[in-house]
């Protein structure tokens, strides 16, 4: 039954699609009848000279406007001029089970981690969970993005390069 009612419904789609063809327009303005006036003779001079006269000029245009780019040195990133390292920390905690419970989980993404002491003046103990040292800003970018999928937001500190 539902088969018999979808196919009325398509055939009368279609024929509605037919109909609304077959109907002439009504908010067009109407055309004007054309009289056709016999063609006149033209002299063939003109239609040559019309021939010969270019119609785009930027062909002459272009190699006047010309426009030379100064001398600028060119950028080469590479890390021969650069003189300090990435490190990607993780973490700082209190408890050094929390720091090597998250060196753990990073290891699990493929990454080198090291847990390390920091002593403030305070007196108090810091566990600082670090990832790196990069070389270069593409590695260091990789390693943040991983960190980014475990829900791990990272703090990028720059280091002299070490030897």
């Given amino acids: 039954m539902k088969w018999i009612l979808s196919l009325a419904t398509v055939g009368g789609f279609i024929g509605f699609i037919v109909y609304l063809n077959s109907i002439p327009p009504s908010d067009a303005p109407q055309q004007q009848q054309v009289i056709e006036k016999p063609a006149r003779q033209v002299p063939e001079t003109t239609t040559q000279q019309v021939e010969k006269k270019p119609g785009f000029r930027f062909y002459e245009m272009l190699p006047e406007s010309e426009v030379i780019p100064p001398k600028v040195e060119e950028y080469t990133p590479g890390p021969t001029k650069q003189d300090f390292d990435y490190l990607v920390q993780s973490g700082s905690f209190r408890s050094k089970e929390d720091a090597e419970r998250q060196r753990a989980q990073i290891a699990f993404q ?44 990272p703090l990028i500190r720059k280091i002299p390069k070490q030897g």
């Fill in 110 to 153: 493929g990454l080198r981690a090291a847990v390390q002491r920091i002593e403030l003046d305070s007196g108090s103990v810091w566990y600082r969970v670090n990832v790196g040292p990069f070389k270069s800003r593409s590695q260091m970018n990789s390693a943040i993005d991983k960190l980014v999928s475990i829900n791990i937001q």
